[in-house]
């Protein structure tokens, strides 16, 4: 992904068209919200900068929106948050955001039928990483009690409570994936609520940071950035490039059946330096992809939520034709139990 502006704006709330995310359907609509890409090269122009959360809620564009990003989470002491200007205030005497504003959002996306997602990690200017199973689980049991289910004295979105975590690992020890994520799904079995977990590894393949969770983990959705590598989309026919069979197998081949892989792409010319292509040779791409990889197609994903505004009419095109043209069976997702993780202890965060 692309790195943050640090900005100012206010809150905005309206929320109205229900759009529901299904697991089983191959049209879903994922974007990243909380960076500001767009106003990041327009710092003269803040009425177009990244709207609040609830805006890109109102209609039926988005399915699944992460928050992006979680960026600090190796160092001593709490995590740290980055939202560009959307929230800029700490708990005191910590570095942690407290971003009440932003959780009435994620309640009012949540009653709209969106997926909230936590991102974690994000471009090469934060400190990051995950350099053991221990530090996996104990970050497990912070995030769960942060910004999931459970509790803990400093939440940065109050009562809300996130639909699930993303992990666009792009620097950093990532040793530890797999156990954070077996220790995340320990907490969800008793849950009242269903919890996505997922990944944004580069296109390039074997990604280098996520290579290793994916083939280990139990992840729901893989949000491969075919962009800003010679691996984008507009080098679909080469076969020396374009490595999606590649991406397609090791969905297949992950430990949870209904896994499904999305092509992500940029949402504007300037939102990533390579792989953004008119709206006609995109449509084109996804459909041979499609037609060839039925099985794990899960949709696209759409960096960034900023770009919403300043290329509305691509970015509304290629929602509206990819729920047009892609299946979407509405039955329920089939049943599926991840695999127990071997019994752990669990580290309570005890900051």
Excluded at 63 to 75: Q, V
Aim: net charge negative.
């Amino acid at each position: 992904m692309l790195c943050s502006i640090l900005l100012t704006g206010i809150l905005a709330q309206t929320a109205f068209v229900i759009a529901t995310y299904n697991p089983t359907c191959a049209n879903n609509v994922v974007t990243y919200w909380g960076q500001n890409s767009w106003g990041g090269a327009h710092l003269n122009d803040p009425d177009h900068w990244e709207k609040p959360l609830a805006s890109y809620c109102e209609d039926s564009t988005f399915d699944i929106i992460n928050i992006s990003f979680l960026t600090n989470f190796n160092l001593t002491g709490l995590p740290v948050l980055n939202h560009a200007f959307h929230c800029e205030t700490t708990y005191n005497f910590t570095n942690t955001l407290h971003c009440p504003d932003i959780g009435a959002d994620i309640k009012t996306c949540q009653r709209n039928g969106k997926k909230i997602v936590l991102s974690l990690g994000g471009g090469n200017i934060y400190t990051y990483g995950l350099g053991s199973a221990t530090d996996g689980q104990a970050f497990a049991d912070t995030v769960w009690n942060m910004f999931l289910g459970g509790t803990h004295k400093y939440r940065p979105y109050d009562d809300a409570i996130l639909d699930g975590v993303d992990l666009d690992i792009e620097s950093g020890e990532h040793t530890g994936y797999v156990a954070f994520i077996n220790q995340l799904r320990s907490h969800f079995k008793s849950a009242s609520k269903e919890y996505i977990i997922s990944t944004a590894p580069q296109c390039v393949y074997p990604d280098a940071y996520l290579g290793t969770t994916i083939s280990n983990a139990y992840i729901d959705n893989n949000y491969v950035q075919f962009y800003n590598n010679p691996c984008n989309l507009a080098n679909i026919d080469n076969k020396w490039n374009f490595q999606y069979d590649s991406w397609d197998q090791l969905t297949k081949s992950n430990s949870n059946p209904n896994s499904r892989m999305y092509v992500g792409l940029p949402a504007g010319q300037g939102a990533a330096g390579n792989g953004y292509l008119d709206l006609g040779s995109v449509q084109k791409n996804l459909a041979q992809l499609y037609a060839t990889y039925p099985s794990t197609f899960g949709g696209v994903m759409l960096w960034d939520a900023s770009w919403y505004t300043n290329n509305k009419e691509y970015v509304e095109g290629l929602a509206s034709w990819v729920k047009s043209n892609m299946k979407c069976d509405n039955s329920p997702a089939p049943t599926s139990t991840p695999p127990a993780p071997e019994p752990t202890q669990s580290i309570q965060d005890k900051i």
